[in-house]
């Protein structure tokens, strides 16, 4: 199950990544990438990750919403087009577009970046910086260009996902063992003490004797 996940999520996002390029579907080639990220969220048990690719899709609807109507505003704003009393909400119209495409950008940079660490592809934290800084310079239209090789990025770190967890813990908690000491193995043992037999030394030629000894079995001296 594991690994149909991760190889379901590299064909979703790579074949998404290149319908994007396609006109006229590139919603579906974004829906796609978007399943992708849910089969990645779920094989590596982190559900912050897809919850980061809803809201970046989200924030980026509501972008192409504002975008869609900024366009309309420019080209059907009045019965003699754009004019200057268009001016005011054209730039409202504009500066709203790039704030919900700097957000989605955001969160997408999120996404791929806890995905480049999971799954060990760098390409997906370089598609997410490349499209945050895109994102930011779409405001003077430099970013598109920027944005247009995250895409191509984007597919070259689907297609670069592994069938195959990098390491043999990968996507679970590492087990913990608890190693026992020695001294909790083996049973306590009691240190008993054997009392030394009390003894004491002749006054005169110093044998040793039994402490209640009265004379002496060496010299014969009566001892105190």
């Not at 994007?20 to 990220?37: D, E, M, N, R």
């Not at 670069?160 to 000491?181: K, M, N, Y």
């Not at 083996?186 to 002749?202: G, L």
Request: glycine share 10%; hydrophobic share 50%.
């Amino acid at each position: 199950m594991l690994m149909g996940s991760l190889s379901s999520a590299k064909t979703l996002g790579g074949v998404g990544g290149i319908l994007v390029f396609v006109p006229g579907i590139s919603l579906v080639g974004w829906i796609l990438i978007l399943l992708a990220t849910k089969e990645i969220s779920e094989s590596v048990q982190d559900k912050t990750i897809f919850d980061d690719a809803i809201l970046a899709a989200i924030t980026a609807v509501i972008g192409a919403v504002v975008f869609s109507g900024l366009i309309f505003l420019y080209f059907f704003g009045g019965p003699f087009g754009f004019g200057p009393r268009l001016f005011i909400p054209f730039l409202v119209a504009l500066g709203t577009f790039w704030v919900f495409t700097v957000i989605s950008a955001v969160f997408l940079k999120r996404c791929y970046e806890k995905i480049s660490q999971r799954l060990n592809v760098s390409a997906f934290a370089t598609t997410g910086l490349l499209y945050l800084i895109g994102a930011a310079l779409t405001i003077v239209f430099v970013g598109f260009l920027i944005i247009l090789i995250a895409l191509i990025f984007q597919i070259v770190a689907y297609f670069s996902i592994q069938d195959r967890p990098p390491s043999p813990g990968w996507g679970q908690p590492a087990p913990q063992t608890f190693a026992l000491s020695p001294a909790t193995t083996q049973p306590a043992t009691t240190m008993q003490q054997q009392p030394s037999a009390e003894s004491k030394f002749c006054f005169k030629c110093g044998a040793k004797l039994p402490s209640s000894a009265v004379f002496c079995t060496s010299c014969g001296a009566k001892q105190s």
